[in-house]
């Protein structure tokens, strides 16, 4: 399945069922909206910064995807009979092979394994386009999102400052995973 056109469900904690799929330029208000029901303390541990008012050029960079260097997905839910973003994982290409990765889930919807799908999707597509590391810099006392990237399954190597974790996680190649190449012949 091509990056852009990516859909997936997943069963959530609670048994309901989320579609995991990439983000479009439509779902500019619905991320706007999510955005407005995320509270500070989420949005400071993703932007490092009190930001809740973005620029238009800001909320045009966030929609507008390529899905080659810069790679969005969202998580939905129908709620009241209407799909409702709840939240979304995206990598940006830094240099060839390695990719900065970043999480925001809605404060009412945390804790049902949302971050757990979209980082399992994300990988999956990071690995599909034959990326080798994630990385990521997360507050220290970010335990949710630390768990997150520990229950990947992925190789974590974490380096401790004082204000700022950054997180690098390897990719296995898709080859290795698959089991080809490993000498199948004879
Ligand atoms: C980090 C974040 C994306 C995780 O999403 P989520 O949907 O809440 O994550 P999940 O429900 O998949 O939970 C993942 C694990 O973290 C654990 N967890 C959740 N909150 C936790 C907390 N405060 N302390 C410790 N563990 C926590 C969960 O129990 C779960 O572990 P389990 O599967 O062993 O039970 C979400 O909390 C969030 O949006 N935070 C604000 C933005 C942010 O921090 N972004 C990261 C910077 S890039």
Redesign the pocket.
């Known amino acids: 399945m091509q990056a852009r056109d990516y859909l997936a469900t997943e069963v959530l ?1 609670d048994g309901r069922t989320a579609v995991i799929r990439a983000l479009k330029p439509q779902d500019r208000d619905g991320l706007l909206a999510a955005v407005g029901r995320t509270s500070d303390q ?1 949005l400071y ?2 932007f490092f910064t009190f930001k809740r008012r973005f620029t238009d050029r800001e909320v045009d960079f966030y929609v507008n995807a390529d899905f080659v260097s810069h790679v969005a997905l969202v998580a939905v839910l129908e709620e009241d009979g209407r799909p409702v973003i709840v ?1 979304g994982a995206r990598y940006i290409v830094v240099q060839p092979g390695q990719a900065e ?5 809605d404060d009412v ?9 979209l980082m399992r999707h994300l990988v999956a597509l990071a690995r599909q386009a034959g990326l080798r590391e994630l990385t ?1 810099d ?1 507050l220290p006392d ?4 630390l ?2 990237f520990e ?1 990947s399954g992925l190789g974590i190597t974490t380096r401790r400052e004082p204000d700022v974790t950054h997180i690098v996680l390897q990719l296995p190649s898709v080859s290795l995973l698959h089991g080809e190449g490993l000498g199948t012949a004879g």
């Open positions: 904690r989420s541990r993703r939240g990765i970043a999480f925001a889930v919807h945390q804790g049902q394994g949302i971050g757990t799908a990521a997360i970010n335990a949710a999102m768990k997150v229950i």
